[in-house]
């Protein structure tokens, strides 16, 4: 039926959008100014598309434009925020609080920390996959520099109430950061109701480009962050370097359409997701749905097929369907997924694990079409 792929798998990455791509096109090749030049209009005009997406992607989250810093992606905006705070360590303030299922790009930093003398404590996650908040009040103190929890996880999609987090972390004057990478542009994300002090996330996971990311510091924490890298004085000092124009004129744009589509995007996604899980339910028995059932993406599916490994139903759709494991960062490991051990499931139902990840292209006879193969690889 289809000689070209569906591509099932957008919590990996997304398609660019083409009105982020016509948007980005004139930085390359015309407006192709560096911003930081001030002394002629090509470095002005560069400078004017820098600050108009600046401000485009703040409005998306409801930050000021002078508190969202642009890196090169979330990796680099997670490790601004983790390795960026280590110099706030001290005797009485040297633990960071995180969970068991966050992205890699916060568990290897953390990790990496821990070898610097930094206490790493992990809150136990829930068979559901959501934070227990009261595990949680008893795990932070005094001596707890850092809470560091995902939003939205990469791999089943859950939904973590980072408000009540913050808010808890709050009371005993630790830093909130959260990795938003998956939420952002997917789900309404506000940093004034949420009570973060860090966020981060990136523009190829709603429809923007790759290699361009953004890191969100409250106003007045700025002093706390040491960076990364030395050089000039870009990005306040955080990320310094030639700020890629045609790539945050992408960011900036693919945040504009997000904030303008949201709604039709999360139903469309919600809605196409829902059939999807459907048609496995009644025609798999034993089918299992990992993570909360409410509390999660639009869009996202991760189920576990019985009987049959994840790598097994990939293998076998392959040449039809694009899905996954897991994270895309992760894929090469042939263990099963750390996220799935993490709600506490044997190794056997953690490798059964299939995420499916809808997308704002994505149409319902794609969805049908690979429902039946998904149904036929399971072996019904």
């Keep these: 039926m289809n000689s070209t792929p569906i591509y099932l798998d957008n919590q990996a990455t997304t398609r660019t959008d083409p009105r982020v791509l016509e948007?980005?096109?004139p930085y390359f090749t015309e407006i192709y100014g560096n911003p930081h030049s001030d002394s002629h209009v090509f470095g002005w005009n560069a400078q004017e598309a820098v600050d108009r997406s600046r401000v485009h992607v703040a409005q998306l989250v409801n930050?000021?434009?002078?508190?969202?810093?642009?890196?090169?992606?979330?990796?680099?905006?997670?490790?601004?925020?983790?390795?960026?705070?280590?110099?706030?360590?001290?005797?009485?303030?040297?633990r960071i609080v995180t969970v068991p299922t966050e992205h890699s790009c916060v568990l290897e930093t953390c990790a990496a920390l821990s070898r610097?003398?930094?206490?790493?404590?992990?809150?136990?996650i829930q068979p559901d996959g959501l934070v227990d908040l009261g595990q949680l009040k008893k795990k932070i103190n005094k001596k707890t520099l850092l809470v560091s929890v995902m939003l939205a996880n990469n791999e089943i999609g859950v939904i973590q109430p980072i408000s009540e987090i913050a808010e808890i972390c709050q009371r005993v004057g630790a830093y909130f950061h959260t990795d938003a990478t998956q939420a952002v542009g997917k789900i309404p994300v506000d940093v004034r109701k949420l009570r973060v002090d860090f966020m981060s996330f990136s523009a190829h996971k709603y429809y923007g480009p790759k290699g361009i990311g953004a890191t969100y510091v409250k106003w007045g924490r700025l002093p706390c962050l040491q960076p990364l890298l030395t050089g000039g004085n870009q990005e306040n000092g955080l990320s310094?370097?030639?700020?890629?124009?045609?790539?945050?004129?992408?960011?900036?744009?693919?945040?504009?359409?997000?904030?303008?589509d949201l709604d039709r995007d999360m139903e469309h996604c919600k809605h196409l997701s829902n059939t999807m899980f459907?048609?496995?339910?009644?025609?798999?028995?034993?089918?299992l749905l990992f993570g909360h059932t409410e509390t999660?993406?639009?869009g996202n599916?991760?189920?576990?097929?019985?009987?049959?490994?994840?790598?097994?139903?990939?293998?076998?759709?392959?040449?039809?369907?694009?899905?996954?494991?897991?994270?895309?960062c992760s894929s090469q490991t042939a263990e099963p997924s750390h996220v799935l051990t993490a709600l506490g499931l044997s190794d056997d139902i953690a490798s059964s694990g299939v995420r499916i990840s809808v997308g704002r292209f994505n149409q319902?006879?794609?969805?049908?079409?690979?429902?039946?193969c998904l149904t036929e690889a399971a072996g019904y």
Excluded: C, W
């Design 23 to 25: 948007a980005m096109m």
């Design 63 to 94: 930050a000021d434009p002078r508190e969202i810093i642009f890196t090169s992606g979330a990796t680099e905006s997670v490790n601004t925020v983790l390795r960026g705070l280590s110099n706030q360590k001290t005797k009485s303030r040297n």
């Design 116 to 124: 610097s003398g930094f206490r790493v404590e992990f809150l136990p």
């Design 240 to 260: 310094p370097g030639t700020i890629p124009t045609p790539l945050v004129v992408g960011f900036g744009e693919a945040s504009r359409i997000a904030q303008t």
């Design 278 to 287: 459907e048609h496995l339910a009644r025609k798999i028995p034993g089918l």
């Design 296 to 298: 999660r993406l639009p």
């Design 301 to 328: 599916l991760n189920v576990g097929f019985p009987g049959v490994s994840g790598e097994e139903i990939v293998d076998r759709v392959g040449s039809r369907i694009a899905i996954s494991t897991g994270s895309a």
């Design 364 to 372: 319902k006879h794609e969805i049908n079409y690979a429902a039946e």
